[in-house]
């Protein structure tokens, strides 16, 4: 699986941004995927995940309330809306996919196998 993330960008804060991470070689359907952050000098942050069987989703406390994660099987496209964003929401945002990850596992990147570059959310205060 090939991945590919956008719409990173700069904001202040409490606007939105939506990310989107297009899937290439292979669908999307029954495969879990996940977005993460990282920010220089900190380990890289579990935000938010989509599970591979039942598509149940699953939230980081910090963002939870406040991001959604979505699919559209059409499009082989995940989507991370993100609304009112802090200044400590800024990081480069990874998205992941897996297609034999548990449902524990899902907050634990080693666990992922397929990663996309990142893109970058600065938010402003």
């Known amino acids: 699986v090939q991945l590919q993330a956008s719409g990173g960008g700069v904001v202040q804060a409490g606007e939105s941004l939506r990310l989107s991470c297009a899937a290439s070689?292979?669908?999307?359907?029954?495969?879990?995927v996940g977005w993460f952050r990282h920010v220089p000098g900190k380990e890289r942050e579990f935000v938010a995940a989509s599970s591979r069987t039942s598509g149940g989703t699953l939230y980081s406390d910090s963002v939870k309330g406040r991001f959604t994660i979505s699919r559209d099987n059409a499009k082989n496209t995940v989507y991370l809306q993100m609304n009112s964003l802090k200044p400590e929401d800024t990081a480069v945002y990874y998205c992941?996919?897996?297609?034999?990850?548990?449902?524990?596992?899902?907050?634990?990147?080693?666990?992922?196998?397929?990663w996309g570059h990142g893109t970058l959310v600065t938010v402003s205060s």
């Open positions: 992941a996919a897996d297609a034999s990850i548990i449902t524990s596992s899902l907050r634990n990147p080693i666990h992922w196998d397929y």
């Open positions: 070689g292979r669908t999307l359907r029954g495969v879990a």
